[in-house]
């Protein structure tokens, strides 16, 4: 039994629930079937295996140290990096016409979700440089992208975000970094970046960082944001590696999770000038990093499936194979112990994990496959709907994961008992990792801001149009499944209530008010869609049952067992939160500082 993946409904999701197959079948994709795409997951598997998960708890306990104003990590997770190098795996993420593999983003989705299951923070500096050189390929120059690119995609170097900053964390509006143009057309920059994800380390001779700045004389706020490509090192004309770029580290944030990946203050031109080059057009900075934020939002959202997911394969393997105590039936201490998997209570804990993680894991393909599928067609008006629903979906596939996945995490450890709290069993580790996604990419709060506030009202309400369009289609292919009908029916019940609240929320007069609740909101919504990719499993579950071998019935049965715990244990519950939203309680909104301490 692997710790990083199960096969078995990894291709259940992409293949039987989802349409992988056609994807495969264009003439875009047509390098790749599925045999070949087995092929590369188990090469993705071995890797992730024996040179990822092998060294995760070490690089856990042995952070990277700043030495001399630089970072040293241990020669363990180059290894790893050198492994994923070498797999030409660095170039999944693109397509061909830059150097990629031109995966489907299904597919790399899969393979890259085996090495954030096994090490999420060795993983950490892959996916920030995939984001980079995407941003970078949609929105430089030529030149920009002749110079820097070729290497980002194999893997030569690697690259970073740098938004926040010390005074300005969520609030961008108030970055202080600027960036003086020079004659020669690049800009010199100066100030402070905070919390900046392999910002420094030792692995690449050269560290891309696409910078968040304001050029004298813009407008303020958010407007006068501008994007630059700001090296480590500078590069030469001919490309090779020039001078130090001025960039100085001045000091390592130690979190509580994903200790392996370094997390850095940096300080622009402290020493000399730091030069960068601007990305796009003036003032478009926060557009064009959003090349970037969404898909990496979408990213976070699968990192917090995949580390619930490693616990959860865990502590599964833990219950089916540790004894204790005996039926509540039978109490005769002469008789053998039972394996804790038999327990109920650890039956509730198991199933939801299960529920939470495999749910989850579906929204996840499921985007990534209105991202291909996209990609592949040239109908506008198709490719708009798509976008619609996306950017509907997109705060609820990073915060939901988030959320609830990481409730997962909680499960295993409980389920492993007093073991589960100690560093020698890994899901404490997999806790912690996956407790940094409720903030990366955006807060929980700020996401349910934007679908409450913008993404629901969008043209009109299309996005949740599309939406119920997308989860009829669904409902209808459930309704002639004898089994799945009451819960088509619940489903719907569910959609309207969240109609409503939305219409509610329109017509609130008070717009701080309206979104005072906005979380509560965007869990709530989260819900809904799980609840809809649960109602998908089922019927793939049901019609793989009808036509599958005998071998197959557990697995299917789980998968509807699944969906209706989902239905009767968690569903119901976005009911009295969707009331608070609708009737707009002003309980905490109307609370001051003073009164949660009296003074």
């Known amino acids: 039994m692997s710790m990083i993946v199960n096969r078995r409904d990894l291709d259940f999701v992409l293949y039987e629930t989802l349409g992988l197959d056609e994807i495969l079948n264009s ?63 660095c170039a999944s993420a693109y397509d061909a016409d830059v150097g990629g593999l031109q995966l489907p983003w299904m597919a790399d989705q899969a393979l890259n979700g085996m090495f954030v299951c096994a090490n999420n923070p060795a993983h950490i ?71 900046i994800s392999g910002g420094e380390q030792d692995i690449t001779e050269n560290i891309v960082h696409m910078v968040l700045a304001k050029i004298p004389g813009s407008p303020p706020g958010v407007k006068g944001i501008s994007l630059f490509l700001v090296p480590k090192n500078r590069v030469n004309d001919d490309g090779t590696i020039g001078e130090y770029n001025n960039i100085a580290l001045a000091g390592l944030n130690h979190k509580m999770g994903c200790r392996g990946a370094t997390n850095c203050l940096l300080n622009f031109g402290e020493s000399g000038e730091s030069i960068g080059y601007l990305v796009g057009e003036p003032n478009q900075g926060l557009a064009n990093m959003f090349h970037m934020m969404n898909e990496a939002r979408i990213s976070v959202g699968m990192s917090a499936v995949m580390s619930a997911l490693g616990g959860y394969l865990y502590s599964l393997d833990y219950a089916r194979n540790r004894p204790q105590g005996r ?5 005769n201490p002469e008789d053998p112990q039972i ?74 450890i409980q389920i492993l008992g007093g073991y589960g709290y100690t560093r020698e069993y890994p899901v404490e580790r997999l806790y912690r990792d996956n407790r940094l996604n409720h903030i990366h990419e955006g807060t929980w709060g700020i996401q349910g801001i934007d ?54 929320v329109e017509q609130a007069e008070d717009p701080s008010l309206a979104l005072a609740n906005a979380t509560i909101f965007l869990d709530a919504m989260g819900h809904l869609v799980i609840a809809w990719m649960w109602l998908k499993q089922a019927v793939a579950a049901v019609n793989g049952k009808q036509k599958g071998n005998a071998a197959d019935d557990a ?17 119901p519950k976005i009911k009295p939160n969707l009331r608070l939203v609708a009737d707009l309680d002003s309980t905490c909104y109307d609370l001051t500082a003073e009164q949660f301490l009296g003074v």
């Open 555 to 571: 697995f299917y049965d789980g998968k509807v067992a699944a969906m209706q715990f989902f239905f009767r244990y968690e569903l």
């Open 327 to 331: 039926p509540l039936v039978n109490r």
């Open 27 to 89: 003439e875009h994709y047509a390098d790749y079937d599925r045999e070949s795409l087995d092929a590369m997951l188990d090469l993705c598997q071995t890797i992730a295996e024996d040179q990822f998960l092998s060294c995760a708890s070490k690089l856990d306990a042995n952070e990277p140290q700043f030495v001399d104003g630089k970072v040293e990590t241990i020669p363990e997770l180059k290894e790893a990096i050198a492994a994923y190098q070498e797999a030409g795996l």
């Open 451 to 504: 679908i409450l506030g913008r993404k629901v009202r969008m043209q009109n309400g299309a996005a949740v149009k599309i939406l119920r369009e997308e989860m009829q289609a669904t409902i209808d292919s459930a309704a002639g499944h004898a089994g799945l009908s009451s819960f088509c029916d619940q489903l719907n019940e569910y959609l309207v209530l969240i109609e409503d609240t939305i219409s509610v």
């Open 339 to 412: 394996m804790i998997s038999e327990h109920a209570d650890i039956k509730r804990m198991l199933m939801t994990q299960k529920a939470f993680i495999e749910g989850a894991q579906t929204l996840m393909y499921y985007c990534a496959e209105l991202i291909d599928t996209k990609k592949l067609s040239t109908d506008l008006e198709a490719n708009q709907r798509r976008d619609l629903l996306l950017d509907l979906l997109t705060p609820i596939c990073k915060s939901w994961p988030s959320e609830f996945c990481l409730e997962a995490n909680k499960l295993a």
């Open 125 to 195: 500096y892959l996916f920030l440089t995939q984001g980079v050189a995407n941003m970078l390929n949609a929105c430089g120059s030529d030149e920009l992208k002749s110079k820097y690119l070729p290497n980002l995609v194999d893997g030569k170097w690697f690259g970073t975000m740098c938004l926040s900053e010390p005074q300005a964390g969520s609030s961008l509006a108030d970055i202080r970094t600027k960036a003086e143009p020079k004659p020669d057309g690049s800009y010199a920059l100066t100030g402070t970046k905070m919390w």
